[in-house]
């Protein structure tokens, strides 16, 4: 395996709750993300799925240093990133950048496609020296397959699926080593998802890039990850290989996320049975004692109310030895087999 571009080690972010208007107290906090830990190879790209207010974005922020973490590391290349400032957080920000959910909304209305795709261009200067800014604007269009004359075109003169190709331009003109893309094809047409989908693996290959892409669902990220992480709740519950997550989950969160993911060939998963979970997803402002998602589980036990389980490989052979955080994991996997 590649060696690791990003190394994330018990990162913590968490947002305080405060009351009153002149003299704010903290009565609480959100803790949208709690001690979340792993790697992101060179080259690869890994998924990382959960439901709504999971913490998804919260996390890659804190990754792109739009926010400052609560507690924990992030490594760039064996360097810790997330306390720098000034000078040397800047030189660090041009390395990982970030598609956005919704090209209706992130691109602004009132800068031409031109100034949009070079805007940060005027951060970073010696990346393309003010008169070459035109063609390198061009060259970004041309490479994500939108014609350069439209530099001068508006965003409310482009489909949904360009706008986001607009954005993915905007995110490579710094020449990054990570794009972090999150959810970038949820608000588009189901036919513009996989063009857009295909055109960032392709700019993956030709620029050498490790993805980080996020998705609220497992089909999504299926086709397009090496690696997908499952968050719920601020935590990360399963990690692994395509194959250990899609085919050997050992977490009954996951192994729920799975059983709605449409099938596309039925003879090959006949007998996987739909699991509707119940209840709400709790408040990250007051999450469950132990397990988090206990409230939520058809297995839940005693000890998980009490226990936090920790994000550990269960002692197993083959690929249901990965990264889950469930007290049962190993019990799961002979069920799963025997069954
Ligand atoms: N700036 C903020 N101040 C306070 N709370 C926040 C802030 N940003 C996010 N949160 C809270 O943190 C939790 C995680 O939010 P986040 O946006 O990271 O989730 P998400 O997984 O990206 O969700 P979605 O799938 O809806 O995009 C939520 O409870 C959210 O309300
Ligand atoms: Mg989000």
């Keep these: 395996m ?26 609480g906090a959100v803790q949208a993300v709690d001690g979340i830990s792993f790697e992101l190879h060179k ?49 660090v920000r041009r390395n990982i950048q970030m598609v956005f959910q919704d090209p209706y909304t992130s691109l602004n ?30 060259d970004l269009l041309d490479v994500v397959g939108l014609n350069p004359e439209y530099i001068n075109r508006y965003p409310h003169q482009f489909s949904g699926g360009q706008r986001q190709r607009i954005g993915i331009a905007r995110g490579l003109a710094l020449k990054p080593e990570i794009i972090i893309c999150d959810e970038p094809v949820s608000a588009l047409d189901v036919s513009v998802q996989a063009q857009v989908i295909n055109l960032l693996e392709q700019l993956q290959g030709e620029f050498d890039l490790s993805y980080m892409f996020i998705a609220h669902d497992l089909s999504i990220v299926r086709h397009i990850s090496d690696r997908v992480g ?12 395509d194959e250990q997550i899609y085919e050997h989950a050992t977490h009954p969160y996951t192994q729920a996320l799975l059983s709605a993911v449409p099938v596309p060939d039925p003879t090959g998963r006949e007998g996987r049975e739909r699991i509707i979970l119940s209840g709400d997803i709790p408040s990250p402002a007051n999450p469950p004692s132990g397990c988090r998602f206990r409230t939520r589980c058809w297995k839940a036990e005693e000890r998980c109310s009490t226990e936090l389980p920790l994000l550990a490989v269960p002692s197993l052979e083959g690929p249901a030895a990965h990264e889950s955080a469930c007290h049962f994991a190993a019990e799961r996997e002979v069920e799963q087999s025997a069954a």
Aim: glycine share 12%; aromatic share 6%; proline share 5%.
């Design 230 to 241: 499952v968050m719920y709740l601020g935590k990360m519950v399963e990690i692994g290989s």
């Design 43 to 91: 080259g690869e790209t890994l998924g990382i799925v959960g439901e709504s207010g999971c913490g998804k974005s919260t996390l890659a922020k804190v990754l792109m240093s739009l926010e400052r973490a609560t507690a924990g590391e992030v490594l760039f290349k064996g360097e810790e990133i997330s306390r720098l400032k000034g000078a040397a957080l800047k030189a």
């Design 109 to 138: 209305p009132r800068m031409t496609v031109g100034d949009i795709i070079g805007e940060p261009f005027e951060i970073h200067p010696e990346v393309a020296p003010k008169g070459d800014r035109r063609k390198a604007v061009q």
């Design 2 to 27: 590649a060696e690791p571009i990003l190394e994330v080690r018990n990162l913590v972010k968490y947002f305080p709750l405060t009351q009153g208007v002149l003299f704010k107290r903290q009565i």
